[in-house]
T-cell receptor, first 111, second 115 residues
Framework: SQQGEEDPQALSIQEGENATMNCSYKTSINNLQWYRQNSGRGLVHLILIRSNEREKHSGRLRVTLDTSKKSSSLLITASRAADTASYFCAYSAGNNRKLIWGLGTSLAVNP | GAGVSQSPSNKVTEKGKDVELRCDPISGHTALYWYRQSLGQGLEFLIYFQGNSAPDKSGLPSDRFSAERTGGSVSTLTIQRTQQEDSAVYLC?????????????FGSGTQLSVL
């Protein structure tokens, strides 16, 4: 299956702690994106990292990409209760326009 | 509108009935995607439109599923003779279609329940 794999499946932390989620894939990719989903409805784009980039920051988010290990991680620093959501990685490969999605990590940040 | 709009937000139907789901993308976005998400699962690709044409229909699960897009804007996903396994959230997304490094903007989805 080309589906991305994410771990952990679920993560529960206290407010103020950092949260790290990982995504692994099996092919060469063009880019990898992270999305957030609240309450099982619409997804919101968080960050995109290209295959020739190794690290990217956006506010409290830090994404890394290791193409040799075919993996990416999303770090949320100083977490807040409002960060509680599901986080998905998605990547594109070759000329294929459709994104391949991971199964997501469910993050719970406890106040 | 400013974002991707989907309607209805919820749809309950009886097995065997046909349903039509609508997606209104962000103005100017030429690419439009339909996904399906079952409870607690990732996104399952259904179909992709570039303008009014659908270069990739590979994700449509059966011939009961069809989609069209007119005027390069609104898209409808039709499911005929619905089955209980069709119950899921159907998500629509659009993008500027500038190449492979594009981000998707999602609607809030339609929760379909087939009884």
């Amino acid at each position: 299956s080309q589906q991305g794999e994410e771990d952990p499946q679920a993560l529960s932390i206290q407010e103020g702690e950092n949260a790290t989620m990982n995504c692994s894939y099996k092919t060469s990719i063009n880019n990898l994106q992270w999305y957030r989903q609240n309450s099982g409805r619409g997804l919101v784009h968080l960050i995109l990292i290209r295959s020739n980039e190794r690290e990217k920051h956006s506010g409290r988010l830090r994404v890394t990409l290791d193409t040799s290990k075919k993996s990416s991680s999303l770090l949320i620093t100083a977490s807040r209760a409002a960060d509680t959501a599901s986080y998905f990685c998605a990547y594109s490969a070759g000329n294929n326009r459709k994104l391949i999605w991971g199964l997501g990590t469910s993050l719970a940040v406890n106040p | 509108g400013a974002g991707v709009s989907q309607s209805p937000s919820n749809k309950v139907t009886e097995k065997g009935k046909d349903v039509e789901l609508r997606c209104d993308p962000i103005s100017g976005h030429t690419a439009l995607y339909w996904y399906r998400q079952s409870l607690g699962q990732g996104l399952e690709f259904l179909i992709y439109f570039q303008g009014n044409s659908a270069p990739d229909k590979s994700g449509l699960p059966s011939d009961r599923f069809s989609a069209e897009r007119t005027g390069g804007s609104v898209s409808t996903l039709t499911i005929q003779r619905t089955q209980q396994e069709d119950s899921a959230v159907y998500l629509c997304a659009s993008s500027l279609d500038t190449g492979s490094n594009e981000k998707l903007f999602f609607g809030s989805g339609t929760q379909l329940s087939v009884l």
